[in-house]
């Protein structure tokens, strides 16, 4: 089943959906509108986040693809991990940056079918436990704390992915590795049966086709949502590297 023509939003992921549910309105500027955040270059030497983020998780792929290259300063808190990964990746149980790409049913698509893949996911790391048993994981930088909920949310979401594309797996577990955590609070792990997967799977597709199916854009302002929003009127993010919205959104609360 073909997009169907007349939608406005043609795909979604994790993150977009997410995007969504925080404002409409922030949505509709940044994927649909395209508008760019107007925040001003780092000093020399600082990194984007986002970047540091993209660079770190290709110095997990690279050490766990490849036996002669070194730990990074940046790995040494997930160096345990890696190494299993490292070792089951040597013996094909290990696969690497899995994309996963459904169609307007919910079947199994190609991710450059733009004509009718409408959802994506890339899993970082798959584990074959065994015929039944798959383990997922996915690397973050930055912070734990204060986004349990929504990274739980993205376990099971995980876990719905994997569980359309093989019906064979009865067990999931899934979890986040965060890179810049110490020992014992670095993972945030999830076990769930096929069952569970299967109930969890309903309220999944519907958070996506809410997406799919927006014809408005409405606002959505709360603190959280404006306060780091780039299309407000006002001042965005706080202290030295705060910096002035685009101001296509008046309605910023705080």
């Known amino acids: 089943?073909?997009?169907?023509?007349?939608?406005?939003?043609?795909s979604t992921s994790f993150s977009r959906a997410s995007d969504f549910n925080r404002c409409p309105l922030m949505f509709k500027y940044k994927h649909l509108d395209k508008i760019l955040d107007p925040a001003p270059e780092l000093?020399?030497?600082?990194?984007?986040?986002?970047?540091?983020?993209?660079?770190?998780?290709?110095?997990?792929?690279?050490?766990?693809?490849?036996?002669?290259?070194?730990p990074q300063h940046e790995l040494?808190?997930?160096?345990?991990?890696?190494?299993?990964?490292?070792?089951?990746?040597?013996?094909?149980?290990v696969d690497l940056e899995i994309?996963?790409?459904?169609?307007?049913n919910w079947e199994i698509s190609a991710g450059d079918d733009f004509a009718n893949t409408v959802y994506r996911m890339i899993i970082d790391v798959a584990v074959t436990v065994s015929d039944s048993r798959v383990y997922i994981l996915d690397w973050k930088t930055g912070k734990k704390k204060g986004n349990e909920v929504k990274h739980h949310d993205q376990l099971m979401e995980y876990a719905v992915?994997?569980?359309?594309?093989?019906?064979?797996?009865?067990?999931?577990?899934?979890?986040?590795?965060?890179?810049?955590?110490?020992?014992?609070?670095n993972l945030m792990k999830r076990t769930f049966t096929r069952t569970q997967v299967e109930q969890a799977t309903p309220k999944v597709r519907e958070r996506h086709e809410k997406v799919l199916n927006a014809t408005i854009f409405p606002a959505k302002p709360s603190q959280f949502a404006c306060r780091?929003?780039?299309?407000?009127?006002?001042?965005?993010?706080?202290?030295?590297?705060?910096?002035?919205?685009?101001?296509?959104?008046?309605?910023?609360?705080?």
């Open 228 to 254: 780091f929003c780039p299309f407000k009127a006002g001042t965005v993010g706080r202290g030295k590297r705060a910096y002035a919205g685009t101001g296509h959104c008046r309605r910023n609360i705080c």
């Open 76 to 93: 040494r808190h997930q160096l345990p991990l890696l190494d299993a990964f490292r070792a089951g990746y040597e013996k094909g149980k």
């Open 1 to 10: 089943m073909a997009i169907e023509p007349d939608r406005i939003v043609k």
């Open 43 to 70: 000093p020399e030497g600082d990194e984007h986040p986002m970047d540091r983020g993209s660079r770190i998780h290709s110095l997990c792929e690279n050490y766990v693809q490849n036996p002669l290259i070194k």
């Open 161 to 185: 992915g994997v569980a359309n594309v093989d019906p064979a797996i009865q067990i999931f577990d899934v979890a986040i590795g965060y890179l810049d955590l110490h020992p014992g609070e």
């Open 99 to 104: 994309p996963i790409a459904f169609d307007a």
